[in-house]
Nanobody, 131 residues
Framework: QVQLVESGGGSVQAGGSLRLSCAAS????????????MAWFRQPPGKERDGVAA???????TYAASVEGRFTISRDNGKNTLYPQMDKLKPEDTALYYC?????????????????????WGRGTQVTVSS
């Protein structure tokens, strides 16, 4: 199973930017990061975990309406790393951010922001946006 470790969280003022990272490992001999659909989810205090952005193994992206135009998901397959570039941050973006990987073959053409589509999860990194 894929192992995921997030980093890059912190505190920022509204309107600022952050870039998180997710380092992936444990692919085995026959697969690599490029074989998997990946996604970022977030869980605000006291609320459920929701999808933020996803990218398929062939580069198709999906964004939640709340972040469309402000967040950009990308992947560096050579470094086995997933990123979201988060711009124009708002206080409502405050949450614990999780990286997730789907099983091989899931979400290849249309990655979804559905918790049940992903079977590997990191422990999360906290993002706090102050007004």
């Amino acid at each position: 199973q894929v192992q995921l470790v997030e980093s890059g969280g912190g505190s920022v003022q509204a309107g600022g930017s952050l870039r998180l990272s997710c380092a992936a490992s444990g692919f085995g001999f026959t697969s690599r990061l490029s074989s998997y659909a990946m996604a970022w989810f977030r869980q605000p205090p006291g609320k459920e975990r929701d999808g933020v952005a996803a990218i398929s193994s062939i580069g198709v992206t999906t964004y939640a309406a709340s972040v469309e135009g402000r967040f950009t998901i990308s992947r560096d397959n050579g470094k086995n790393t997933l990123y979201p570039q988060m711009d124009k941050l708002k206080p409502e973006d405050t949450a614990l951010y999780y990286c997730a990987a789907a099983p091989r073959g899931v979400g290849t053409y249309r990655p979804r922001l559905n918790n049940n589509d992903y079977n590997s999860w990191g422990r999360g990194t906290q993002v706090t946006v102050s007004s």
